[in-house]
């Protein structure tokens, strides 16, 4: 079952998967405030008046996309994205008393303000409010187990969790971060990799547990389990797009955690284009993908994007004559054309097992989602020797590292040498935003790391289509192992995993941070982002690259 997320005033830029686009629509604004003979305010930048917004009611500040700008005597000049809603401006001057002047600005800069002064959820607390102080069970909900479904003021705690996970989305959040602080309740988003600590109305605080118990209802968890860790998932439809939340909740000293992670169906990479792999390297690896049997490895953290280069693979490498199956936990997306299985430990069916099983269905090629443990490792290694392509992850901080990690899982040195045709490991960085990257020559510390004086690059200042931060979105930097015969003769002594690495980046291996400086260069990038994520091991490793 599907639930309905509506976002009554989405963001301008996330309308489109074009940046051009969005400004297009940013001049539409404009000419839309032209055309009814009103005043065009840009709000970038703008300071909002806490204490004029808190004269109006948020509910309908929210859901129609107003926002209070100045007050002169019994004058307000309020901001609207859309001046045909003329009805909410007579509910607002009944309610207020104020006589409203309208002025046009873009909705995301209005909704932006909105968040930021009432909070995530502002438009639906009051009502909560209310409905509690008016109802003396909804008050007890806090500290019962009750249904919040049955509950007299559940139908505000749906539309409280319900403009939560509408921000999310509309933020482009990965994750949702529900913590509990004493007599607080912290919310956090993690957008583009980073957690962003988002404004809660503190009048939301004493209502944690009762938004807790919506959230295990929706994901179909047993809300009376307050002392033990639990897993579930919630479908949800926000703008005709399907989102698939994966819940986990965490019984902690001041409450129980909750961390959701949030995945977009339709934005889902169905082709190898999608990585923006650098040329050179996007056809060594699909030649890589195209050999007949052996193991091929996607190394690196949680959210680098591994399952994305997978699947982006397996599409590649798909066709009506070879037989795909994959072993997943959990199955993020859906790909036509292969066979996925879900993991489900509680009956049995780990990775092992499945991959035991599949293997007596005849498969051309095998994606197992990640290897975990000694048997899965030694399940791979035998099916990638016995004429059977095989692909999985593993948690490294980078290439080299994936044999030794193989080695010490319990497989024997001259099977991984064998078996083993090349290992990616990637990592996620920001992207820049194109409106208002700034160009400049890079100084004495930039030219350290191989950038030269004399070739611009850019850096991040921020503006109102990356909300202030300098990035939008996010590109892989990758480093591509090959196994050749010296790296097999290493593996085969059980070298260390920097003999390894020194004879792959002899052998043409370019590390993570000089694709990291690539994408520098190429101005997709900074330099600063690039070393927040790159670790100083992989320094060490460029420098010595760069001496040799």
Same mark, same amino acid.
């Not at 693979?313 to 879900?342: A, F």
């Given at each position: !079952?599907?639930?309905?997320?509506?976002?009554?005033?989405?963001?301008? +830029?996330?309308?489109?998967?074009?940046?051009?686009?969005?400004?297009?629509?940013?001049?539409?604004?404009?000419?839309?405030?032209?055309?009814?003979?009103?005043?065009?305010?840009?709000?970038?930048?703008?300071?909002?008046?806490?204490?004029?917004?808190? !004269?109006?009611?948020?509910?309908?500040?929210?859901?129609?996309?107003?926002?209070?700008?100045?007050?002169?005597?019994?004058?307000?000049?309020?901001?609207?994205?859309? $001046?045909?809603?003329?009805? $909410?401006?007579?509910?607002?001057?009944?309610?207020?008393?104020?006589?409203?002047?309208?002025?046009?600005?873009?909705? /995301?800069? #209005?909704?932006?303000?909105?968040?930021?002064?009432?909070?995530?959820?502002?438009?639906?607390?009051?009502?909560?409010?209310?409905?509690?102080?008016?109802?003396?069970?909804?008050?007890?909900?806090?500290?019962?187990?009750?249904?919040?479904?049955?509950?007299?003021?559940?139908?505000?705690?749906?539309?409280?969790?319900?403009?939560?996970?509408?921000?999310?989305?509309?933020?482009?959040?990965?994750? #949702?971060?529900?913590?509990?602080?004493?007599?607080?309740?912290?919310?956090?988003?993690?957008?583009?990799?980073?957690?962003?600590?988002?404004?809660?109305?503190?009048?939301?605080?004493?209502?944690?547990?009762?938004?807790?118990?919506?959230?295990? #209802?929706?994901?179909?968890?047993?809300?009376?389990?307050?002392?033990?860790?639990?897993?579930?998932?919630?479908?949800?439809?926000?703008?005709?797009?399907?989102?698939?939340?994966?819940?986990?909740?965490?019984?902690?000293?001041?409450?129980?955690?909750?961390? !959701?992670?949030?995945?977009?169906?339709?934005?889902?990479?169905?082709?190898?284009?999608?990585?923006?792999?650098?040329?050179?390297?996007?056809?060594?690896?699909?030649?890589?993908?195209?050999?007949?049997? /052996?193991?091929?490895?996607?190394?690196?953290?949680?959210?680098?994007?591994?399952?994305?280069?997978?699947?982006?693979?397996?599409?590649?490498?798909?066709?009506?004559?070879?037989? #795909?199956?994959?072993?997943?936990?959990?199955?993020?997306?859906?790909?036509?054309?292969?066979?996925?299985?879900?993991?489900?430990?509680?009956?049995?069916?780990?990775?092992?097992?499945?991959?035991?099983?599949?293997?007596?269905?005849? $498969?051309?090629?095998?994606?197992?989602?990640?290897?975990?443990?000694?048997?899965?490792?030694?399940?791979?290694?035998?099916?990638?020797?016995?004429?059977?392509?095989?692909?999985?992850?593993?948690?490294?901080?980078?290439?080299?590292?994936?044999?030794?990690?193989?080695?010490?899982?319990?497989?024997?040195?001259?099977?991984?040498?064998?078996?083993?045709?090349?290992?990616?490991?990637?990592?996620?960085?920001?992207?820049?935003?194109?409106?208002?990257?700034?160009?400049?020559? $890079?100084?004495?510390?930039?030219?350290?790391?191989?950038?030269?004086?004399?070739?611009?690059?850019?850096? +991040?200042?921020?503006?109102?289509?990356?909300?202030?931060?300098?990035?939008?979105?996010?590109?892989?930097?990758?480093?591509?192992?090959?196994?050749?015969?010296?790296?097999?003769?290493?593996?085969?002594?059980?070298?260390?995993?920097?003999?390894?690495?020194?004879?792959?980046?002899?052998?043409? !291996?370019?590390?993570?941070?000089?694709?990291?400086?690539?994408?520098?260069?190429?101005?997709?990038?900074?330099?600063?982002?690039?070393?927040?994520?790159?670790?100083?091991?992989?320094?060490?490793?460029?420098?010595?690259?760069?001496?040799?």
């Amino acid at each position: !079952m599907y639930h309905d997320i509506p976002i009554s005033q989405p963001d301008t +830029a996330e309308e489109t998967n074009a940046e051009q686009t969005s400004l297009q629509k940013l001049d539409g604004v404009e000419e839309l405030a032209r055309r009814f003979y009103l005043d065009y305010v840009d709000l970038e930048g703008f300071e909002v008046n806490t204490e004029l917004v808190n !004269m109006f009611p948020a509910a309908v500040l929210f859901e129609h996309g107003y926002l209070p700008l100045s007050r002169s005597g019994k004058q307000v000049t309020i901001a609207v994205a859309d $001046p045909l809603t003329v009805e $909410p401006i007579d509910e607002l001057t009944a309610a207020t008393g104020f006589f409203l002047r309208t002025v046009v600005s873009p909705a /995301g800069q #209005i909704t932006r303000h909105l968040r930021e002064v009432l909070g995530v959820g502002g438009g639906t607390v009051s009502d909560l409010v209310a409905q509690a102080s008016g109802d003396d069970s909804f008050s007890d909900l806090s500290d019962s187990e009750a249904d919040v479904e049955n509950d007299a003021g559940a139908s505000a705690v749906i539309r409280f969790v319900n403009d939560l996970l509408g921000d999310a989305v509309q933020q482009r959040a990965s994750d #949702i971060h529900l913590e509990p602080v004493e007599d607080e309740l912290a919310v956090r988003f993690r957008v583009d990799g980073l957690l962003q600590e988002q404004t809660v109305p503190p009048d939301i605080h004493p209502f944690r547990t009762a938004i807790i118990s919506r959230l295990k #209802i929706m994901a179909r968890l047993n809300i009376a389990e307050k002392r033990l860790p639990q897993d579930g998932r919630i479908k949800l439809t926000v703008k005709a797009r399907e989102i698939d939340v994966r819940v986990s909740m965490i019984p902690m000293i001041d409450g129980e955690g909750v961390v !959701m992670r949030l995945l977009d169906k339709s934005g889902a990479v169905t082709d190898l284009s999608g990585v923006e792999f650098p040329a050179a390297m996007e056809h060594r690896w699909k030649n890589i993908i195209s050999r007949p049997h /052996g193991l091929i490895l996607v190394t690196g953290p949680t959210g680098s994007g591994k399952t994305t280069t997978l699947y982006g693979s397996l599409s590649e490498i798909s066709s009506p004559n070879t037989k #795909i199956i994959t072993v997943e936990d959990p199955v993020e997306y859906n790909l036509r054309g292969i066979n996925q299985i879900q993991v489900q430990e509680k009956i049995g069916l780990d990775f092992a097992a499945g991959l035991r099983s599949i293997l007596r269905h005849d $498969p051309d090629i095998v994606l197992i989602g990640e290897i975990r443990d000694s048997e899965t490792a030694n399940s791979a290694i035998q099916a990638s020797m016995t004429g059977h392509l095989v692909l999985s992850t593993l948690h490294t901080n980078d290439a080299p590292s994936a044999m030794t990690r193989l080695i010490d899982l319990g497989v024997e040195p001259y099977l991984v040498a064998s078996t083993v045709e090349a290992v990616l490991a990637q990592r996620l960085i920001r992207r820049l935003c194109v409106h208002c990257k700034e160009q400049y020559l $890079p100084d004495t510390t930039a030219t350290e790391y191989g950038l030269h004086s004399d070739q611009p690059v850019y850096r +991040a200042v921020g503006c109102r289509d990356c909300n202030g931060t300098g990035y939008r979105g996010r590109i892989g930097v990758f480093e591509l192992m090959t196994v050749d015969r010296q790296v097999r003769d290493l593996c085969s002594r059980k070298a260390s995993a920097d003999e390894l690495r020194a004879a792959a980046v002899s052998a043409g !291996m370019s590390p993570l941070l000089e694709s990291g400086l690539d994408r520098v260069r190429q101005g997709h990038s900074s330099l600063d982002e690039v070393l927040r994520v790159c670790s100083s091991d992989e320094e060490s490793s460029l420098q010595s690259l760069q001496q040799d």
